[in-house]
């Protein structure tokens, strides 16, 4: 990948579709009067009240196999049958998931699995729009601007590339050129929430740009063996499988052949509970995704500088430095004992963090707190 090279693509599946889902309608008229049971204190928890989703959340959040990939198919048609953001944003994720998992389907129907989960994603995002401008300030902002359904999209090309076997420098420039425009939105609304004083929509924003910006740095490294994806909508829940949550999945695959998935948690700062609890590898995001150490927007403008070949040099030198750390922490993590039990049985590999510890000491855990 040319450093510092501006790169103009269209479509961007993402961004694009972020951009112009309010302009459309929804497909049937949403339950609007039914959303505010989910906007209560622990009201999230009556999507589970659905049973092909609580099949969905209570699946160990690892890679499937041929079998896992049929169940998964069949647990996305009966959620892309509905309206809910939540459910519909599922239905993508098991769509997708079975697209990379079926070898022995045709590349054309993995490739069809893969357009079933973007049109999912894309009804999502229209649904989400619609709700938000009835619900207003309580429902539009934060979580609910569709962002991460947007970045899902983002990478619906590297997930195609991936099935066929392909993964370029081209596929993955793109991919960080629709990245860095979702973050540069979602900066904007966290710019918004801290004027407005909304504490949730800026807590979301932060977390939000802190995993981006993690994205960005891995197809920044521009290579092909190592393909990072959000987290499938199951991996990124906490209400099963807790220690296996994670935000990232970076994929080590060869023409196609996924050989092992390494599972990454972002944090804002990683706590001692924090730290006993994620098998996954904690990336701290105040402290290596910051580059001035507490906020994410400086790394945000340095990668979309730098992807529109605007950058400084400081910027430059700042995202190099960021993604060189990064990749050393995934080197060591992949040293770290795997822990018996299902990640042995799965491509999906745990590690400790014992071995990371030693050169990236916030990753200790402290004895003398709980």
């Not at 949403?30 to 609580?54: C, F, Q, V």
Request: glycine share 6%; no cysteine; aromatic share 8%.
């Amino acid at each position: 990948m040319n450093k510092g090279e501006s790169v103009d693509f269209q479509p961007l599946p993402g961004s694009d579709a972020l951009r112009t889902a309010p302009l459309f309608e929804p497909d049937t008229l949403l339950p609007y009067e039914d959303m505010s049971t989910y906007m209560i204190e622990g009201g999230h928890r009556k999507y589970l009240d659905n049973p092909a989703y609580n099949q969905y959340i209570h699946m160990h959040k690892v890679v499937v196999g041929e079998s896992g990939a049929s169940e998964l198919t069949r647990i996305a048609k009966k959620l892309a049958s509905e309206e809910l953001p939540t459910y519909l944003n599922a239905a993508g994720w098991a769509y997708a998931e079975a697209g990379l998992a079926l070898h022995s389907s045709s590349a054309v129907d993995r490739i069809e699995l893969v357009h079933k989960a973007e049109h999912s994603w894309q009804r999502a995002l229209v649904n989400e729009a619609s709700i938000g401008e009835q619900y207003d300030g309580i429902y539009k902002y934060g979580e609910n601007e569709g962002h991460r359904t947007a970045l899902n999209l983002a990478f619906a090309p590297l997930i195609k590339s991936i099935i066929v076997g392909n993964v370029n420098s081209t596929v993955l420039r793109r991919v960080l050129h629709d990245t860095a425009e979702i973050s540069r939105d979602s900066r904007l609304s966290l710019d918004r929430a801290y004027e407005e004083q909304d504490i949730d929509a800026a807590a979301f924003h932060r977390g939000f740009l802190f995993e981006a910006s993690a994205l960005m740095a891995m197809l920044y490294m521009d290579d092909p063996r190592y393909v990072p994806l959000p987290a499938t909508a199951r991996a990124d829940t906490g209400y099963f499988h807790r220690e296996q949550t994670h935000d990232i999945s970076l994929l080590n695959q060869h023409w196609g052949e996924i050989r092992k998935v390494i599972p990454v948690e972002i944090k804002s700062k990683a706590s001692n509970r924090d730290k006993r609890r994620y098998r996954a590898l904690i990336i701290p995001g105040k402290l290596r995704l910051s580059i001035d150490g507490v906020d994410p927007r400086d790394t945000v403008d340095a990668f979309y500088d730098v992807d529109h070949g605007q950058a400084t040099t400081r910027q430059t030198i700042a995202i190099e430095q960021l993604s060189t750390q990064l990749r050393e922490m995934l080197r060591l993590y992949q040293q770290g004992i795997t822990p018996e039990g299902l990640a042995v049985r799965s491509l999906t590999k745990f590690h400790d963090a014992k071995t990371v510890a030693q050169s990236f000491p916030e990753l200790n855990v402290n004895p003398k707190r709980q």
